[in-house]
């Protein structure tokens, strides 16, 4: 497909990672997926985004505080 120039374009980076040619059972939420470091959720090489680190470490603090509040959920 060839976006005419001008065009502008949203990616929608929900469905980074979902990929089913890569990830075997992309809806499922799996913390210890082999091939994680495949998706594009923080970009790649000098696009990569300079608050990956920080992001990183937000949903590390959830996921442990959501895991202490519903232990049912472990």
Known sequence: MQLPEGA???PWLAAAG???A???GPG???LHR???SQHLAFGRGLHYCLGANLGKLEAEI???RLGRRYPAWN
Do not use: G, K, Y
Request: hydrophobic letters at 55%; charged letters at 30%.
């Open 8 to 10: 502008r374009l949203f």
């Open 18 to 20: 979902r990929d089913p």
């Open 22 to 24: 890569v990830f075997a």
């Open 28 to 30: 499922r939420f799996d």
């Open 34 to 36: 082999p091939n994680a």
């Open 62 to 64: 959830a996921i442990a």
